[in-house]
């Protein structure tokens, strides 16, 4: 006669304990990777990066997007070596809204004992980069000719002053009813680079009110520059304070990418979805329940091992290794018909991800530099797309 077996795998990872709801939307990285996608590319490749028209130069690691939503695509598969190479491949694709950011301060660090500590910070106004922003990607567009600059700048401002008060103050004589407390910024700038300057952070906003979902409140990370020497980071990042950074000037196509953020909430579930671990069947001892634990551990005070219910979904993660399809300026060719479900149209820059990424529609993600990047191959061009669905996703 038959019996269960008496040993199985542990069911959840204890490295992500304990499972509970995340204290923000918005991402703090823990780790900055130590070299950009080119930097990789430059060492397996070498010489033949340079026929690319890719040239090495200072970056931000990471830039927020937007999750619009999914369709499919036909891919044709670049990887080397498997029974599909060179043949068209149907693959699911994420859309990212990426509207460009705005920089509005600079951040430097300073090693004390073994560890960075923040040396001092300069901040600067982004009311004339967001009216670049509007006049470059923005402009010409049929769903914003009935907008101004003035009224985006207005929008943000608004949105932004309810972030962070201290930032934004009411201007009811000025131009766009707020104005923003700039600093002294060239004599904090000097001061803040006089130091041993071991990195330096770009403290960056979204511009949601140029995105598909409308809303106003902006989204404030804090970004690490990379990819040179601290004295090309220090000079790229007092080139850009006060400007805005486009998706296309962080990242490339083809290229390997971490998503960072906060999971899709599924509420309060019980042992056997939280964990899936086996339901035992219903038998003369049913008082002791189904669907239920046994011994939950030796008691308060330790972390408990065993599954039992609880918080699911709504936390922090991280994916790895991502792949960019593509990168365009006009979300309006890959928008598919009647716009993607609960989010609308993405209206300006974009980005095409290989599968599915964390998160629900709306939500706001962070796009970093590969951390942990592949040890065997790892693309040296994008990949061919060769069909894209823009049929509705209504009824689906």
Not at 75 to 94: I, S, Y
Not at 338 to 362: A, E, Q, R
């Amino acid at each position: 006669m038959g019996h269960r077996k008496l040993e199985a795998p542990r069911h959840g990872s204890i490295g992500v304990r304990p499972r509970k709801r995340a204290s923000e939307l918005t991402v703090r990285v823990r780790t900055w990777p130590a070299k950009t996608w080119i930097e990789l590319l430059e060492e397996r490749y070498g010489s033949e990066v340079e026929k690319l028209n890719v040239v090495k130069r200072p970056t931000l690691l990471a830039f927020p997007v937007y999750k619009a939503g999914m369709t499919h695509a036909m891919v044709v598969e670049d990887r080397p070596h498997t029974p599909l190479t060179g043949k068209p491949v149907f693959t699911p694709v994420t859309a990212l809204d990426a509207p460009p950011i705005v920089v509005l301060g600079l951040r430097t660090y300073v090693s004390e004992n073994g560890s960075l500590k923040t040396y001092g910070e300069a901040w600067r106004s982004p009311v004339n980069a967001v009216v670049e922003v509007f006049e470059k990607f923005y402009k010409d567009n049929p769903f914003f000719k009935d907008a101004a600059a003035k009224d985006v700048v207005r929008k943000y401002l608004s949105g932004l002053r309810k972030v962070n008060h201290g930032l934004v103050k009411p201007d009811p004589s000025g131009e766009y009813g707020f104005k923003f407390i700039e600093t002294d910024y060239e004599s904090r700038l000097k001061q803040i680079l006089t130091g041993d300057v071991r990195a330096v952070s770009l403290v960056v906003s979204t511009i949601p009110v140029l995105s598909g979902i409308g809303k106003k409140k902006p989204e404030i990370f804090e970004i690490r520059v990379g990819g040179g020497k601290i004295d090309e980071i220090t000079s790229y990042a007092e080139k850009v304070t006060g400007g805005y950074v486009s998706v296309a000037d962080v990242f490339i196509e083809g290229q390997l990418v971490d998503v960072i953020g906060v999971t899709k909430g599924k509420g309060f579930q019980g042992v056997v979805k939280r964990f899936g671990v086996k339901e035992l069947p219903r038998w003369h001892k049913h008082r002791k329940g189904s669907r239920k634990i046994g011994a939950r551990s030796p008691g308060f005070g330790t972390m408990s091992e065993p599954p039992q219910a609880g918080q699911m979904g709504f936390h922090r993660r991280t994916e790895l290794n991502k792949r960019i399809l593509k990168i365009g300026s006009s979300g309006l060719e890959i928008v598919p018909k009647g716009g993607f479900l609960h989010y609308g149209l993405i209206y300006g820059p974009y980005i095409l991800i290989d599968g599915s990424v964390i998160g629900t529609v709306k939500r706001v993600l962070l796009l970093r530099h590969p951390v942990r990047p592949p040890a065997g191959w790892i693309p040296l061009t994008p990949p061919q797309i060769t069909y894209l669905s823009l049929e509705s996703k209504q009824g689906v």
